[in-house]
């Protein structure tokens, strides 16, 4: 492997977010129909404790100085022990096929007390100084269960500006030029041609490659779609009504001239959609005034759009600033769009949200 700036991140979080996508699929088809009593918690917490606890120990053997926000905490699983041991089961049966590049990662967690502490070593206050990786282990938690879209999302921030950022989308299709659709969420888990690895480097554009088992070969550079008329544009939002304003979301639409229904889907996968070209437009419309932006719910995809030639602000047109610690409590909102319209679109969002 050449070794530019970030590659080695790149190369350890790709794997890292491949290995911890693969054991939320296997969470989804072993806990998600019918088992659930047995394991005494919802899938989503199997797999959120378990993806985080995979990511977080290969970034400390790669990277031991370096900081990390995550969404988790073990204190649950200090508590519960039958939810402790399945997941501790599932962390330990999670290896990847490749045994070079398992070596890479540091192979097995070594009990399951360390994997308690790993998982509460994303506890990191954040901020504006030094290296900080952000993890949400299952983003989109209702898509997972409902077998919709959802990512295993991990960005490194360096003193406080996303440097790389890599999304693991098992439900997005593998081909960047199919176009999204209505239903493009709905039952896609483990279809034919299923399950994508999004990632981007400051300054190095933005690709995608299979999911896979195996390599991370078969790279695509992806970009964003060119639109010569915005009224043309296909926008993604949330599929939560009260995670983004969907009534204002159709007044933008309608000051844009867009005529087409927005897809719906849940987590990141909206911006791995828009970066790859499968949709236009991403408006996520704060619903209520009190609720702050995680940072782990946008670093990855904040990045890949961007390197994809997008651009990414909040809804007065900032860009999202992840120095302020776990939160983006400087921003409301995101709107991203390719560059060239993007000042367009916010100009709408302005006019909508301001006559309020
Ligand atoms: N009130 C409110 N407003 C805005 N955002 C909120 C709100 N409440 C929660 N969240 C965060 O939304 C994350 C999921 O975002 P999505 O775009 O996938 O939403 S949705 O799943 O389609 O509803 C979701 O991430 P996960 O919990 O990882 O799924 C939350 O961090
Ligand atoms: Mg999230």
Not at 114 to 123: P, R
Not at 136 to 146: A, E, H, N, V
Request: glycine share 10%; aromatic share 4%.
């Amino acid at each position: 492997m050449a070794s530019t700036e970030y590659s080695k991140e790149l190369h350890i979080a790709l794997l890292a977010v491949q290995r911890a996508t693969l054991l939320t699929k296997s969470v989804f088809h072993s806990h998600a129909k019918g088992t659930l009593d047995k394991a005494d918690a919802s899938p989503v917490t199997i797999g959120d404790f378990g993806a985080q606890a995979l990511i977080i120990s290969a970034l400390q053997h790669n990277f031991p100085d370096d900081e990390i926000v995550a969404e988790e905490e073990a204190k649950d699983l200090r508590e519960n022990s039958k939810v402790r041991q399945t997941v501790w089961d599932l962390v330990q049966n999670s290896k990847l096929s490749d045994d070079a590049a398992e070596k890479e990662l540091g192979g097995a967690i070594a009990s399951v007390d360390s994997m308690l502490d790993i998982i509460d070593k994303g506890d990191s206050k954040g901020g504006s100084k030094g290296r900080i990786w952000a993890i949400d282990p299952i983003d989109g938690t209702k898509g997972f269960l409902r077998g919709g879209q959802y990512a295993v999302c991990l960005g490194l921030m360096v003193d406080g500006d996303v440097k790389v950022g890599v999304l693991g989308c098992p439900n997005l299709p593998v081909d960047d030029s199919q176009p999204l659709t209505e239903d493009i969420g709905a039952d896609a888990t483990d279809a034919e041609g299923k399950g994508v690895l999004f990632s981007a480097v400051q300054g190095k554009g933005a690709a995608s490659r299979p999911l896979g088992k195996g390599s991370l070969a078969n790279e695509s550079t992806i970009g964003m779609k060119p639109i010569s008329n915005i009224s043309d544009a296909t926008f993604c939002e949330s599929v939560e009504a009260g995670h983004s304003s969907q009534s204002d979301s159709v007044a933008i639409a309608n000051k844009l001239g867009i005529t087409k229904p927005s897809v719906r889907m849940d987590s990141q996968a909206k911006y791995a959609s828009i970066a790859r070209g499968a949709g236009d437009l991403y408006l996520r419309l704060p619903v209520r005034k009190d609720y702050v932006e995680k940072i782990w719910d946008h670093a990855a995809g904040d990045l890949i759009v961007r390197e994809a030639g997008g651009q990414v602000t909040d809804t007065e047109g900032k860009r999202l600033d992840f120095s302020h610690g776990r939160t983006l409590k400087e921003n409301k909102g995101v709107i991203a769009a390719p560059k060239d319209v993007h000042q367009h679109v916010i100009e709408a969002v302005m006019s909508v949200l301001g006559s309020k």
